[in-house]
């Protein structure tokens, strides 16, 4: 709520004016007319600034991006709920957030590049690694017995599986991949993004994804073909960046059908149950500590969002 309150452009221009922070708080206290956003249209109330803040923050914020990963064209681009009210675009490069298990594919992606075969069995086990200051990284279940093959750890989004590959493969092997994939963001080369701890954009991750669905060739998502005046002569066209193989075409088609398990029997299955989606769906859930930002990453063959 703090931050809110110190986010809120009326505070901060009550603070450009030279106010102190009691008499400010005292100010966010009183009732004031105003025009707030609500899901039944915009409303004019009596409300202090304080209520307004505290209003906002009930809704939960959503972004929103597809593209045809065939050619990078961006289909659709939904940044948040209303721009007048919440000045904050969830898909573009500069907004970057925790990417949770959403990463995980690519670390796989990597550890099938290096020579680890997707049909050997990993144990469930809870490690201590001494050389990253006794880190242990735990499971969202906290169950930890049996073993997992690749498929089947994806599937279920196992954390320690997960922190496994990367340990064999390799952390610097990881982001070089993800950069080939077309996430520009800065990725530190630790364990840990095994677990989606990178601050990466929706964009980015969307791009990446397409070369999943694209047999290994990473393309740069697009939104803009050309500029016409109002007479439609055209006076700027824009060619799409080349494509580029970033992953093997037979890394890649393993890992899509591994991530149509995560659809049909994983993590991602109440796409089935619930939502009755039935075609070919491969895709991907992420969740960030405290459930902070929730992720889903889909792909169709003519689809990535």
Request: overall charge negative; hydrophobic content about 35%; charged content about 20%.
């Amino acid at each position: 709520l703090l931050k809110a309150i110190y986010n809120a452009p009326r505070y901060q221009q009550l603070k450009e004016e030279g106010l102190e922070e009691a008499e400010i708080q005292e100010i966010f206290k009183q009732p004031i007319d105003m025009k707030i956003f609500t899901w039944e249209g915009e409303k004019e109330v009596s409300m202090s600034p304080l209520d307004s803040v505290k209003h906002y923050l009930y809704f939960l914020n959503a972004g929103f991006m597809a593209m045809d990963p065939s050619n990078g064209q961006v289909k659709a681009w939904v940044g948040g709920i209303d721009h007048k009210y919440f000045k904050y675009d969830h898909v573009n490069k500069q907004t970057k957030r925790q990417v949770g298990s959403t990463f995980k594919p690519i670390v796989y992606a990597a550890a099938l590049e290096s020579g680890i075969q997707p049909c050997d069995y990993y144990p469930n086990e809870r490690m201590v690694y001494e050389e990253y200051d006794n880190w242990s990284p735990r499971n969202s279940n906290d169950q930890y017995e049996g073993l997992y093959s690749m498929g089947g750890a994806l599937a279920q989004s196992v954390n320690t599986i997960s922190v496994q590959y990367i340990m064999e493969t390799g952390p610097d092997k990881v982001v070089d991949l993800a950069h080939n994939m077309g996430i520009s963001s800065n990725i530190k080369p630790v364990p840990s993004i095994a677990l989606g701890t990178a601050n990466i954009s929706l964009f980015e991750m969307v791009g990446a994804y397409s070369t999943f669905a694209n047999e290994g060739m990473a393309v740069t998502p697009h939104y803009l073909l050309r500029i016409e005046d109002k007479y439609g002569n055209v006076l700027e066209e824009f060619e799409p960046a080349p494509k580029k193989r970033a992953l093997s075409q037979t890394a890649s088609i393993m890992i899509r059908e591994m991530l149509k398990n995560v659809v049909n029997n994983g993590t991602a299955s109440s796409l089935r149950y619930r939502y009755g989606l039935t075609h070919d769906i491969a895709g991907k859930t992420g969740t960030t500590q405290s459930h902070a930002d929730g992720w889903f990453i889909g792909a169709t063959p003519e689809l990535v969002a």
